[in-house]
């Protein structure tokens, strides 16, 4: 639910007539999901809803959509951007301060491809943390190509393309975290390979806030990650496939192999999987199990990562079959699956039980 133009999505939203965004909510009312993350939403890049989340809730996902069932979340958060936020050094080195190339993240307006969380359950934003401003030169042994930007830019970039958050949400007595993020997709790079190393170091981000490393400073002024004993989830477009596509895969593996990260999920038996996956032809060889995949590219790019302290009993991607009467939710009438149906992008779901609390 993105858009070049600033503004055209708060348009979009303010009609429930939209076909594409009737589809996107119809799957989310199909799969009830009681927390969720959206990627590519805009809205203001300071945070904030300029009024778009609250109409997409209000038109779509509170209306049946395709015969489902509504939902309603009640708790709402949008963080603020990096995506278009314009970088006060020259990044790409043409002699000028443009949108988007000298973004901070890229996008073509500040708050372009941001994303946004729903929540039945209340979302703790007094306690909130995040690295939006941690910069990617703090990063020790970060990958940040060597004699590629300038001693200005390499003083001015922060490391995350869109934000990371650490969100504590509120089930009864209670509490656990969201770990949000949506790294820049390792492609579109020249020899340098600037975005695939800050895929790379955005997906360590992560890593390094679950392993509590010493070096983190969070935009609050707090040190350190996650403490060891708060369970958390990690959701994310990650824009990493261990198996294909163009990114550096060992951040991607050290995550998905924390040893805080529940592993049956991970890469385990109780990975998320679907029907439709397993049956689509991508349009390029792929080496990674389809039924595991979550992008029409062939590939396992979104991820929802419980701590291992959780009890997990199912998940799955919402990627319906031929045969299913839901696939009208991902394809055309001729049958075939395209982005502008609803999405690129499957939704990828894991059912959780909280950890007990021992005492």
Same mark, same amino acid.
């Given at each position: 639910?993105?858009?070049?133009?600033?503004?055209?999505?708060?348009?979009?939203?303010?009609?429930?007539?939209?076909?594409?965004?009737?589809?996107?909510?119809?799957?989310? /009312?199909?799969? @009830?999901?009681?927390?969720? *993350? =959206? %990627?590519?939403?805009?809205? $203001?890049?300071?945070?904030?809803?300029?009024?778009?989340?609250?109409?997409?809730?209000?038109?779509?996902?509170?209306?049946?959509?395709?015969?489902?069932?509504?939902?309603?979340?009640?708790?709402?958060?949008?963080?603020?951007?990096?995506?278009?936020?314009?970088?006060?050094?020259?990044?790409?080195?043409?002699?000028?301060?443009?949108?988007?190339?000298?973004?901070?993240?890229?996008?073509?307006?500040?708050?372009?491809?941001?994303?946004?969380?729903?929540?039945?359950?209340?979302?703790?934003?007094?306690?909130?943390?995040?690295?939006?401003?941690?910069?990617?030169?703090?990063?020790?042994?970060?990958?940040?190509?060597?004699?590629?930007?300038?001693?200005?830019?390499?003083?001015?970039?922060?490391?995350?393309?869109?934000?990371?958050?650490?969100?504590?949400? /509120?089930?009864? @007595?209670?509490?656990?975290? *969201? =770990? %949000?993020?949506?790294?820049? $997709?390792?492609?579109?790079?020249?020899?340098?390979?600037?975005?695939?190393?800050?895929?790379?170091?955005?997906?360590?981000?992560?890593?390094?806030?679950?392993?509590?490393?010493?070096?983190?400073?969070?935009?609050?002024?707090?040190?350190?990650?996650?403490?060891?004993?708060?369970?958390?989830?990690?959701?994310?477009?990650?824009?990493?496939?261990?198996?294909?596509?163009?990114?550096?895969?060992?951040?991607?593996?050290?995550?998905?192999?924390?040893?805080?990260?529940?592993?049956?999920?991970?890469?385990?038996?109780?990975?998320?999987?679907?029907?439709?996956?397993?049956?689509?032809?991508?349009?390029?060889?792929?080496?990674?199990?389809?039924?595991?995949?979550?992008?029409?590219?062939?590939?396992?790019?979104?991820?929802?990562?419980?701590?291992?302290?959780?009890?997990?009993?199912?998940?799955?991607?919402?990627?319906?079959?031929?045969?299913?009467?839901?696939?009208?939710?991902?394809?055309?009438?001729?049958?075939?699956?395209?982005?502008?149906?609803?999405?690129?992008?499957?939704?990828?779901?894991?059912?959780?039980?909280?950890?007990?609390?021992?005492?």
């Amino acid at each position: 639910m993105s858009d070049p133009e600033p503004g055209r999505m708060r348009q979009a939203l303010a009609e429930p007539d939209n076909a594409r965004i009737s589809r996107l909510a119809a799957m989310i /009312q199909r799969v @009830q999901p009681d927390i969720l *993350l =959206l %990627c590519e939403f805009d809205h $203001p890049g300071e945070g904030g809803d300029d009024g778009s989340l609250a109409d997409f809730c209000r038109y779509y996902l509170a209306e049946p959509q395709h015969g489902q069932v509504p939902v309603d979340y009640p708790y709402r958060y949008c963080p603020p951007s990096n995506t278009g936020l314009l970088c006060q050094a020259d990044l790409d080195g043409d002699g000028e301060l443009t949108l988007p190339q000298d973004g901070q993240g890229f996008g073509f307006h500040h708050g372009h491809f941001s994303f946004v969380v729903l929540s039945r359950y209340p979302l703790i934003e007094a306690d909130l943390r995040s690295w939006q401003t941690f910069l990617w030169q703090q990063m020790p042994e970060n990958l940040m190509p060597e004699n590629y930007y300038s001693e200005a830019a390499m003083g001015a970039l922060r490391l995350s393309s869109k934000n990371h958050v650490l969100l504590p949400v /509120q089930v009864g @007595q209670r509490r656990f975290q *969201l =770990l %949000c993020a949506h790294p820049t $997709p390792p492609v579109f790079d020249g020899p340098e390979r600037r975005n695939a190393r800050r895929n790379h170091d955005e997906l360590r981000l992560l890593t390094d806030i679950i392993g509590n490393e010493s070096y983190l400073a969070d935009d609050q002024g707090g040190r350190g990650g996650l403490s060891a004993d708060a369970p958390f989830v990690v959701l994310g477009d990650l824009n990493a496939d261990l198996h294909d596509g163009e990114g550096m895969v060992m951040a991607l593996r050290h995550l998905l192999c924390h040893p805080r990260i529940h592993r049956a999920v991970s890469e385990g038996k109780l990975t998320p999987k679907s029907l439709g996956g397993r049956f689509f032809r991508p349009w390029k060889l792929r080496r990674g199990r389809s039924s595991e995949w979550t992008h029409l590219g062939g590939l396992r790019l979104d991820y929802v990562l419980p701590s291992a302290d959780f009890s997990v009993m199912n998940s799955g991607v919402f990627w319906p079959d031929k045969k299913d009467p839901l696939r009208k939710l991902v394809a055309g009438e001729d049958g075939r699956e395209r982005a502008e149906i609803s999405s690129d992008h499957r939704l990828v779901w894991v059912d959780v039980q909280l950890p007990v609390v021992s005492g």
